[in-house]
């Protein structure tokens, strides 16, 4: 008598419907690999995970109404034993930091999800990490540098919103000299050429958000 393995069960979340789409079609041409649910926001992907509690979880951390690490959080805390993989757009970023702080046991970056994608599941379904040789690295090399302060963070979020270093002193109520000196160390800390380069580097690696 042959005795079939049930397959692994995969949520998956991503606020992009070309990326839940795109996961689904590479995962379906494998028998040992189901898919059992989509979700589009933190939100959804609590309440799908309580349903399924699936084997493998794929969490985008940049999403509308609840973010993956909000999610990550709230569905570790409920299910210490979830198996979750983090998505992301950009090597070193921060919110996927925390979410392999929180718990988060893979980290996938979206360009190179085909490639990644199969060994990834696999292996966190088998109970091992999957932390691929060059991301590793590039989390080591920042977990020094996420280390803005509030203010700092701040600082930075009103700057990517267009305000001058006068009207970042108004509304946070601090001298203009002081936000300069934040904005000095803030590109000290990022590695910022100028203003306008510590603010991309700050939205690619999830420091700050733009305004919806």
């Known amino acids: 008598m042959v005795v079939h393995k049930k397959p692994i069960t995969v949520l998956i979340v991503d606020d992009h419907a070309l990326i839940r789409e795109g996961i689904s079609a590479v995962v379906g041409g494998y028998e040992d690999i189901s898919?059992?649910?989509?979700?589009?926001?933190?939100?959804?992907?609590?309440?799908?995970?309580?349903?399924?509690?699936?084997?493998?979880?794929?969490?985008?951390?940049?999403?509308?109404?609840?973010?993956?690490?909000?999610?990550?959080?709230?569905?570790?805390?409920?299910?210490?034993?979830?198996?979750?993989?983090?998505?992301?757009?950009?090597?070193?970023?921060?919110?996927?930091?925390?979410?392999?702080?929180?718990?988060?046991?893979?980290?996938?970056?979206?360009?190179?999800?085909?490639?990644?994608?199969?060994e990834t599941i696999r292996n966190l379904a088998a109970g091992k990490q999957r932390f691929p040789p060059e991301i590793a690295a590039e989390l080591a090399a920042h977990i020094d540098q996420d280390g803005l302060?509030?203010?700092?963070?701040?600082?930075?979020?009103?700057?990517?919103?267009?305000?001058?270093?006068?009207?970042?002193?108004?509304?946070?109520?601090?001298?203009?000299?002081?936000?300069k000196g934040h904005l000095r160390n803030i590109m000290d800390k990022l590695g910022a050429y100028n203003r306008t380069h510590a603010v991309t580097i700050g939205l690619q690696r999830g420091i700050i958000e733009l305004p919806q």
């Open 35 to 118: 898919v059992v649910g989509e979700a589009s926001n933190g939100l959804e992907a609590i309440r799908l995970y309580r349903a399924s509690q699936p084997d493998v979880t794929l969490m985008d951390v940049q999403m509308p109404e609840l973010n993956g690490l909000g999610a990550i959080s709230a569905i570790m805390s409920e299910f210490p034993q979830a198996c979750i993989a983090v998505l992301t757009t950009y090597r070193g970023d921060v919110r996927a930091l925390q979410a392999i702080k929180a718990g988060a046991r893979g980290y996938l970056l979206k360009s190179t999800l085909r490639h990644e994608l199969i």
């Open 149 to 179: 302060t509030r203010r700092e963070v701040q600082v930075l979020q009103h700057v990517a919103e267009g305000l001058s270093n006068k009207e970042t002193a108004v509304a946070l109520a601090i001298g203009e000299d002081t936000v």
